[in-house]
T-cell receptor, first 115, second 113 residues
Framework: AQSVTQPDIHITVSEGASLELRCNYS??????LFWYVQSPGQGLQLLLK??????LVQGIKGFEAEFKRSQSSFNLRKPSVHWSDAAEYFC?????????????FGTGTQLKVEL | SQTIHQWPATLVQPVGSPLSLECTVE??????LYWYRQAAGRGLQLLFY??????ISSEVPQNLSASRPQDRQFILSSKKLLLSDSGFYLC????????????FGPGTRLLVL
């Protein structure tokens, strides 16, 4: 069965510093990979997605992610973090087995930004 | 463009009372629909999904049920709420094609007392 691991539950960075959030997945075929962001009390917003092609994917809000098949990773990066980036970030892989075009989500990484 | 609505935004209910949460999608037809629960400090747990009217798949055994009475309407229900039903409930939709992005609603915060 597919799975997603986000090893960092909490990360704190200073504003202006670079950021990397880790995501490792287990999937039996070519995966579809997603990063979502969730602000407190809100729904999830898509940051970026990888389906095929260029392994470096650009997203909204200055985020990017790199798909590395050999490492089964899809890490999210941002060169300079802004205070407004403080939120929870979820990595997801799909589609899950059993139909329904389902996604499997990681448990999330909570990002805190110090001013 | 497509939008997804959830109602209500916040709900406080006593233990043993019934529940009905509504999710509606606009601007698309025949979407896949999903209900997730997010407990405090935890990730997303898929509760139900639906690929069409009247077609409901349950992912985990629980106190809740789901229905899809119309193409773009997804209802989450319970006859008797438990304390453990408290959480943040998210509805999502996507198109049926493989790997399509899921788009999320704003969520409903449920507190069972």
């Amino acid at each position: 069965a597919q799975s997603v691991t986000q090893p960092d539950i909490h990360i704190t960075v200073s504003e202006g510093a670079s950021l990397e959030l880790r995501c490792n997945y287990s999937y039996g075929a070519t995966p579809y990979l997603f990063w979502y962001v969730q602000s407190p009390g809100q729904g999830l917003q898509l940051l970026l997605k990888y389906f095929s092609g260029d392994t470096l994917v650009q997203g909204i809000k200055g985020f990017e992610a790199e798909f590395k098949r050999s490492q089964s990773s899809f890490n999210l990066r941002k060169p300079s973090v802004h205070w407004s980036d403080a939120a929870e970030y979820f990595c997801a892989v799909g589609p899950a087995t059993g139909g329904g075009n389902k996604l499997t989500f990681g448990t999330g990484t909570q990002l805190k930004v110090e001013l | 463009s497509q939008t997804i609505h959830q109602w209500p935004a916040t709900l406080v209910q006593p233990v043993g009372s019934p529940l009905s949460l509504e999710c509606t999608v606009e601007g698309t037809s025949n979407p896949n629909l999903y209900w997730y629960r997010q407990a405090a400090g935890r990730g997303l747990q898929l509760l139900f999904y639906s690929v069409g009217i009247g077609q409901i798949s349950s992912e985990v055994p629980q106190n809740l049920s789901a229905s899809r009475p119309q193409d773009r309407q997804f209802i989450l229900s319970s006859k008797k709420l438990l304390l453990s039903d408290s959480g943040f409930y998210l509805c999502a939709w996507n198109r049926g094609d493989r790997g399509e992005t899921q788009y999320f609603g704003p969520g409903t915060r449920l507190l069972v007392l």
